[in-house]
């Protein structure tokens, strides 16, 4: 079982940063990958980006290469998401997720293979 809670959320001008953070706890934190999904308002959740549990892999969509870093410290539980150089477009509510069944390198980038969810927090881009 993993419990996930996110923080950091807030409201930025375009073209500023935030950095996301997302505290797991249960013993299989250090053994799942981790990933970032968001859902803008009237639109699906989609995948932003993913680290494996040895932090070897990662994975970002597209629209964020270059401009997001996803990271983890398993000693402290906690995996981080730097977002710079946001955009109005990054607008929506960021969910961080767990898959605690990933092999070493894996990195989904589907919802359905993370079991277990954060409440999300929201981001607002303004400009």
């Known amino acids: 079982q993993v419990q996930l809670v996110e923080s950091g959320g807030g409201v930025v001008q375009a073209g500023g940063s935030l950095r996301l953070s997302c505290a797991g706890s249960?013993?299989?934190?250090?053994?799942?990958?981790m990933a970032w999904f968001r859902q803008a308002p009237g639109k699906e959740r989609e995948f932003v980006a993913a680290?494996?549990?040895?932090?070897?892999?990662?994975k970002y969509v597209d629209s964020v290469k270059g401009r997001f870093t996803i990271s983890r410290d398993n000693a402290k539980n906690t995996v981080y998401l730097q977002m710079n150089s946001l955009k109005l477009e990054d607008t929506a509510v960021y969910y961080c997720?767990?898959?605690?069944?990933?092999?070493?390198?894996?990195?989904?980038?589907?919802?359905?293979?993370?079991?277990?969810w954060g409440q999300g927090t929201q981001v607002t881009v303004s400009s």
């Open positions: 249960g013993r299989t934190f250090g053994n799942s990958a």
């Open positions: 680290i494996s549990r040895r932090e070897s892999s990662t």
């Open positions: 997720a767990a898959d605690p069944s990933s092999t070493g390198y894996s990195v989904p980038a589907t919802t359905r293979a993370y079991g277990y």
